[in-house]
């Protein structure tokens, strides 16, 4: 088209057809121009829309490639919970099972419980007798007591040895055995064996008076729970002077 007004520009008096000619060309070259133009306005705005396009189908894909994920993660939390209730179940069952069991060897050993001798004096005529008879503590029946009881007094020296069935919590246990009594003080050296321990024990009796006293201590030789136990009746008699003053002697 610059080329045209440079030719057009060099003629001095075109005439009336050159003119039109002219006219003519220039008028094509516009409508070449203008129809440029809407060409690449054309390809501009069709690669807009293609831009476009692709920008939402990405975000739409993105989006449901999240909602995928989301219920991936929704199902691996839901997964989760129900392995940890599971899990939960599966312990309170093992912790049932271990309480039925403990139970069950509470009663078959006698568990925390344990038992200890008394002797107590029985009269007939002018003979008298001291009969040894368990004490239960605690909570179960303390089973199958292995004993052998030994005992001092003014003119022997007696054991005696046996088996005890049970132990019972209720109270009712007759006495395992007795011995006669010569003198006015007795002593015994007891050792037994439970389902849940082993125990040594030393009575002392003391006649005072018109009465007995006794001093018993229990010793634990497991170690468990305690180490020994002293039961003293009031009225035995202790000692009146040197470091141990006012307690129990125990020596044999």
Not at 48 to 65: K, M
Not at 135 to 153: E, L, W
Not at 158 to 179: A, D, E, I, R, W
């Amino acid at each position: 088209m610059g080329a045209v007004v440079a030719l057009m520009a060099g003629r001095d008096k075109p005439s009336g057809f050159e003119k039109a000619c002219w006219m003519l060309l220039i008028f094509g070259y516009l409508l070449v121009e203008v129809f440029a133009i809407r060409k690449d306005r054309a390809e501009h705005d069709q690669t807009l829309a293609n831009l476009l396009a692709q920008e939402v189908s990405a975000r739409s894909e993105a989006q449901a490639n999240f909602t995928v994920i989301g219920e991936e993660i929704k199902a691996a939390i839901a997964q989760g919970e129900t392995t940890m209730e599971r899990t939960s179940v599966m312990l309170i069952l093992q912790q049932q099972t271990l309480d039925q069991l403990r139970g069950q060897m509470n009663v078959a050993t006698g568990g925390d419980s344990f038992c200890y001798f008394t002797a107590d004096v029985m009269a007939s005529g002018e003979k008298q007798e001291a009969r040894i008879s368990p004490q239960h503590v605690g909570q179960f029946n303390v089973p199958n007591i292995n004993y052998s009881i030994g005992v001092t007094d003014a003119s022997s020296m007696q054991t005696k040895s046996g088996t005890y069935p049970s132990c019972l919590k209720s109270g009712l246990n007759p006495p395992v055995t007795s011995f006669p009594i010569t003198g006015s003080h007795l002593s015994f050296d007891i050792s037994f064996d439970t389902a849940n321990g082993s125990w040594e024990e030393i009575i002392k009796m003391q006649h005072v008076g018109e009465s007995w006293y006794q001093a018993i201590r229990l010793i634990n030789k497991t170690g468990k729970k305690f180490k020994f136990k002293d039961y003293i009746t009031p009225g035995y008699p202790v000692q009146t002077e040197g470091p141990d003053k006012g307690k129990v002697s125990w020596e044999r």
